[in-house]
């Protein structure tokens, strides 16, 4: 019997160009924003509602996300959201993090690489599934 499953998906923009960096251990990790605009219903009216989500990917979709994506791209992200937390270092308590572990990316409305590494319009699209995730202790956060 399973243990268990859970996927979350969502289509949106790059909120800010990723961060890449490398472990220790030689493994690369992008972390982006993503933003989530829909259209709800408030008191009779329709406006959009934005919901903010940290991206984070491993491996070879770390490299592709530094490679080709930037800010104001328009994504395709499958994954799983990651809860955890740590001790202010203020001592003032703990804060909790929420984030989204890239599991398949798909770039959309992107371009061919140019000199900067940023995407011209009118390209094809490019999927990317990520490479097993590392063990807790060697992650950069």
């Known amino acids: 019997m399973p243990k268990g499953f859970h996927r979350t998906l969502i289509l949106g923009n790059v909120g800010r160009d990723p961060d890449v960096r490398a472990t220790q251990a030689g493994l690369k990790v992008a972390t982006f924003s993503m933003a ?7 008191k009779g009216e329709w406006t959009d509602q934005t919901t903010w989500y940290r991206c984070v990917a491993f491996g070879g979709t770390a490299d592709v996300v530094g490679r080709y994506v930037s800010k104001g791209k328009s994504l395709f992200i499958e994954g799983r959201m990651k809860f955890g937390s740590y001790d202010k270092k203020d001592g003032s308590g703990k804060a909790y993090t929420a984030d989204l572990i890239v599991d398949r990316l798909l770039l959309l409305g992107g371009g061919q690489p140019t000199e900067s590494g940023s995407l011209s319009e009118g390209s094809e699209r490019f999927e990317s599934e990520s490479d097993p995730i590392p063990a807790d202790e060697d992650l950069p956060f």
């Open 36 to 42: 989530v605009s829909e259209k709800v219903k408030v």
